[in-house]
């Protein structure tokens, strides 16, 4: 659909269209082409313009030729250079951040494993000198059984004897006497 050059343009839709920068070649000839060298300047400046606009980088988002001037046009190129960089960098911090994160995590895990297995050591250790105090007091225990056996049989044993030799010498029916 074409428009008028005199319409208004009011839609976002269609863009304008940029005019093309026409260089002239002079068609007669006059005092450029008298000399090669003046002839020869003209055509590599032609030349470079040409290779120029067709080596143009061309930026995401940006149409191609929005800037004309070349600083600016730089400018967005390093920015966006700069930005891909930045993110690049970025990612990479955030990829070292997650890997010290996950070996940190491994070497609490590792702590945490070794506190538990020194508590339990603890724990065992104490057992052990608990049991071993149950022991001796065991042993104590047998100890005094057998040596209170050993006087209660000595005690018991020479007073039977005792009593069934001196039956005859006591006098049980004086029983308020101080002997008895």
Sequence with gaps: MKRNSNESTTSLSTAPLKKMKVVKEPTSKDFNESTPWEKDSTSKIIGSNTTYNQTKNIIEGVPEGFFEDEKLNSRVIDTIEKQANIEQQYADFIRELDDAKHEEEHREE???????????????????????????????????????????????????????????????????????
């Design 110 to 180: 590792n702590e945490e494993h070794i506190v538990a297995v020194e508590h339990d050591i603890e724990l065992i250790d104490e057992q052990i000198d608990q049991w071993k105090r149950v022991n001796r007091l065991e042993l104590r225990r047998d100890k005094l059984y057998s040596t209170v056996a050993e006087k209660s049989g000595r005690n018991t044993e020479p007073i039977m004897g005792q009593m069934s030799d001196d039956d005859s010498d006591i006098d049980l029916t004086g029983w308020r006497n101080k002997g008895i």
